[in-house]
């Protein structure tokens, strides 16, 4: 069975850092693995899509990293800001077995950027 | 264009009242999924539809939980009986397919069982 982790669960740093989330997974077999960024009371708004044979996404002063052989995703967040706040999910899309095609989710990593 | 769209954005009932949730994807979206999240949580697949079948609906209280996806377009979820512990928010997302395809989320639905 496919298991999403989320490290830390919440991060509190100063403006103008950079920051790493971090995703684990413990089954490689995935069509991609998704990072969301969710602001409280709002749906999910999606981020960066890695597909099962890239490396990294950019986007911005995000980057997104995938080594779907140790089942680890990072995302990079330059340059911090206030309103980088959130919770930040990764989700991998399951590729084989019975729940094929399910994005399957961590917890989430609450980020809170002080001015 | 417009992106996933769910209708109640919030809803407060009663326990054992039933309640229903509409979602209407991105056009020609064919994979709509439902989810459930709760306070602190990830989301929880509900059910997932590929057009019209739903093709994995092993996590839905089946006593209690309903969808249907007409035409493979719009669909709904339905409480009947809403029970305490249903509150939570109940999330709708399309995707193109399932083959490596993004997924995109709705506002969601903020359910309070009272």
């Known amino acids: 069975k496919q298991e999403v982790t989320q490290i830390p669960a919440a991060l509190s740093v100063p403006e103008g850092e950079n920051l790493v989330l971090n995703c684990s997974f413990t089954?490689?077999?995935?069509?991609?693995l998704q990072w969301f960024r969710q602001d409280p009371g709002k749906g999910l708004t999606s981020l960066l899509l890695?597909?099962?044979?890239?490396r990294e996404q950019t986007s911005g002063r995000l980057n997104a990293s995938l080594d779907k052989s140790s089942g680890r995703s990072t995302l990079y967040i330059a340059a911090s800001q206030p309103g980088d706040s959130a919770t930040y999910l990764c989700?991998?899309?399951?590729?084989?077995?019975?729940?094929?095609?399910?994005?399957?989710f961590g917890k989430g990593t609450k980020l809170s950027v002080k001015p | 264009e417009a992106g996933v769209v769910q209708s109640p954005r919030y809803k407060i009932i009663e326990k054992k009242q039933p309640v229903a949730f509409w979602c209407n994807p991105i056009?020609?979206?064919?994979?709509l999924y439902w989810y459930r999240q709760n306070l602190g949580q990830g989301p929880e697949l509900l059910i997932r539809?590929?057009?019209?079948?739903?093709?994995?609906d092993s996590q839905l209280p089946k006593d209690r939980f309903s969808a249907e996806r007409l035409k493979g377009v719009d669909s709904t979820l339905k409480i009947q009986p809403a029970e305490l512990g249903d509150s939570a928010v109940y999330l709708c997302?399309?995707?193109?397919?399932?083959?490596?395809?993004?997924?995109?989320f709705g506002q969601g639905t903020r359910l309070t069982v009272v």
């Open positions: 997302a399309s995707s193109l397919t399932i083959h490596g395809t993004e997924a995109f």
């Open positions: 089954d490689s077999a995935i069509y991609n």
């Open positions: 890695i597909q099962s044979s890239q």
């Open positions: 989700a991998v899309s399951h590729r084989e077995g019975g729940s094929q095609g399910n994005l399957i």
């Open positions: 056009s020609g979206h064919n994979t």
């Open positions: 539809y590929e057009n019209e079948e739903a093709v994995d």
